[in-house]
């Protein structure tokens, strides 16, 4: 109930709804619009540093779009192990980079989402990720967090995160339903 319970709160507060305010939503006034589309990849993301991404986002500009999202893969074992292409945050690779750029030129914000890839391992969809030992949940969060941090951290910083988003968990689920 909890988890539901904040889920709606944290859906409705996206959307700008308050129990205090009777107008109907399309009344009410809401900052500016998110118009955005996820700009996907046959492959791993490295399309997303060739040519053909400039034409494809001034496509999406004109047809509205004001954020576009890319989604970097990691790839998830099934011992917790989370595998990515490690790189130097400070000059990360043209497939991050130059989306970011990219966008940035055409006036579009741009959303880095990472993307769990679990094909090949014995879970059917994302919400399947579980482990029996303590060791495989913190092999998963080290390194998943290694890899979030990692892209947080290069394409618009220069490598830099700024101290306050360097919070880093040390809570680790210890049941199998993910309670900790």
Same mark, same amino acid.
């Given at each position: 109930? $909890? ?26 006034? @809401?900052?500016?619009? /998110?118009?955005? /589309? ?16 400039? *034409?494809?986002?001034? #496509? ?35 497939? /991050? ?25 014995? !879970? ?6 579980? @482990?029996? #030992? #303590?060791?495989?949940?913190?092999? !998963? !969060? #080290?390194?998943?967090? $290694? ?7 290069? *394409? ?5 995160? $700024?101290?306050?988003?360097?919070? $880093?968990?040390?809570?680790? *689920? ?7």
């Amino acid at each position: 109930m $909890r988890r539901t319970t904040c889920v709606s709160l944290a859906v409705a507060a996206a959307l700008g709804w308050s129990s205090t305010d009777p107008a109907p939503v399309a009344e009410r006034s @809401f900052p500016a619009r /998110i118009r955005g /589309i996820t700009l996907s990849t046959h492959l791993d993301g490295r399309d997303w540093a060739w040519d053909p991404i400039v *034409p494809t986002m001034h #496509e999406l500009r004109e047809l509205g779009a004001n954020w576009i999202a890319v989604h970097p893969y990691a790839a998830i074992g099934n011992d917790g192990s989370v595998r990515f292409h490690e790189f130097d945050p400070r000059t990360p690779p043209a497939y /991050i980079a130059r989306p970011v750029r990219e966008a940035h030129a055409l006036g579009l914000k741009i959303l880095i989402k990472p993307h769990l890839a679990y094909w090949g391992t014995r !879970f059917g969809w994302r919400g399947e990720i579980d @482990f029996a #030992e #303590e060791a495989q949940w913190r092999r !998963f !969060f #080290e390194q998943y967090e $290694r890899w979030i941090v990692t892209l947080a951290a290069g *394409p618009t910083r220069g490598g830099r995160l $700024r101290r306050r988003h360097r919070a $880093r968990s040390t809570a680790c *689920p210890t049941s199998r339903n993910g309670a900790a």
